[in-house]
């Protein structure tokens, strides 16, 4: 593991990333997803695609990376290009799962691979749409511990600021950029994925106009079982 610090907005950040392959001449970034860390893609890319150097990087406010300012997606994409600036890198490839595939697509990168990413904002269940209302209602009695009763699973045990980047990110409609994007894109999909469903990848593949979609057995985290079928469709695709 090594850091990098880097300066935005006058704040410090300290990066964690790791590289694999670091002497192949082209690069593949791979970011990771909300709640989760570099390790869990180290876990199903690192034995794969051995003509690439890869890069795992911990994001803002994620695994060993710090974190104490409210972010956005648009930060978060200008911090990790400035990361692979100080690097020296352009990668060919940017592969992103869930939050990731936004800030994936941010950078436009020549190749874009994005697993189950989100940016289509989707229809809330009866359930989560009373939640919500119920919330709304409470919060202005000063009821304790109103946050920790009805804050999604992902944004628990969060510091504020990563509460409000988090706020600012859940429900962002991504469709624009996806549509504007330029880069030549793969899509990976879990069927059974119903964090980001299946139909949110269909419409994300449309609206990129140089696109391939593959729908995979799964739910949000297939690609750990579909890693070597991945990269195979990566290799040929970007060969």
């Known amino acids: ?6 300066e935005y907005k006058n704040k410090i950040f300290k990066l964690s990333y790791d590289m694999v392959n670091p002497t192949k001449k082209d690069s593949l970034l791979v970011l ?6 570099k390790e ?5 890319f690192s034995k794969e695609l051995k003509e690439y150097k890869h890069i795992y990087l911990d994001m803002p406010g994620f695994g060993a990376s710090s974190n ?7 930060d978060y994409s200008q911090i990790v ?3 692979l600036d100080t690097l020296k890198v352009e990668p060919k490839i940017v592969m992103g799962h869930s939050f990731g595939g936004k800030v994936a697509t941010l950078l436009k990168s020549p190749y874009l ?8 904002v989707t229809v809330k269940p009866w359930s989560i749409k009373i939640k919500i209302a119920t919330f709304k209602l409470l919060k202005p009695l000063g009821f304790s511990k109103i946050r920790e009763l009805f804050i999604s699973p992902d944004a628990k045990h969060m510091s504020h600021e990563m509460y409000e980047t988090f706020k600012n990110v859940v429900d962002e409609d991504f469709e624009s950029e996806f549509a504007h994007s330029t880069s030549r894109a793969l899509c990976f999909w879990g069927i059974d994925d ?3 469903p299946l139909y949110t990848g ?4 449309k609206l990129i106009s140089n696109s391939k979609f593959y729908p995979l057995e799964g739910d949000h985290f297939f690609f750990l079982k579909h890693a070597k079928f991945i990269a195979k469709e990566i290799s040929t695709y970007t060969s």
């Not at 269909?202 to 593949?205: C, N, T």
């Open 113 to 120: 691979v994005l697993l189950s990413s989100a940016g289509v």
């Open 194 to 196: 119903t964090a980001t």
């Open 68 to 74: 104490d300012m409210i972010l956005t997606t648009k």
């Open 40 to 44: 869990i893609m180290k876990q199903a």
């Open 32 to 37: 990771h997803g909300w709640g989760s860390n």
């Open 81 to 83: 290009k400035q990361f």
């Open 202 to 205: 269909e419409k994300i593949a």
């Open 1 to 6: 593991m090594a850091v990098k610090e880097i």
